[in-house]
Nanobody, 127 residues
Framework: QAQVVESGGGLVQPGGSLTLSCAAS????????IGWFRQAPGKKREGVSC????????NYVDSVKGRFTISRDNAKNTVYLKMNSLKPEDTAVYYC????????????????????WGQGTQVTVSS
């Protein structure tokens, strides 16, 4: 059964760092796009970053460029989101999602492209 499971959320002070993990199973790992999304209270879910596992191409939303880094560990079938210089506005539930057999050379951080979603992990940035 294909699934993704997030972990690593928590409470962090502004300016701090946190790394989220997304463990994927049931997929042919190198044919999948993995995306990270977030949803703040009262707001729509938005794309944050994605990685195409076939070639390691990545995309980021402008608000996190230079602060967040997406990476993967093939041996562990896991994708990470390293978040630095966190701001209160980064507070949200973070979700990872998988898009199997994704076409093209670049991933898209568009919600409707992803078929498998995790349960989410809370990230709170507050002093």
């Amino acid at each position: 059964q294909a699934q993704v499971v997030e972990s690593g959320g928590g409470l962090v002070q502004p300016g701090g760092s946190l790394t989220l993990s997304c463990a994927a199973s049931g997929f042919t790992f190198d044919s999948v796009d993995i995306g990270w999304f977030r949803q703040a209270p009262g707001k729509k879910r938005e794309g944050v970053s994605c990685i195409k596992l076939r070639n390691d191409n990545t995309n980021y939303v402008d608000s996190v460029k230079g602060r967040f880094t997406i990476s993967r560990d093939n041996a562990k079938n896991t994708v990470y989101l390293k978040m630095n210089s966190l701001k209160p506005e980064d507070t949200a539930v973070y979700y990872c999602a998988a898009r199997p057999r994704a076409p093209g050379d670049w991933c898209l951080i568009t919600l409707t492209n992803y078929n498998y979603w995790g349960q989410g992990t809370q990230v709170t940035v507050s002093s």
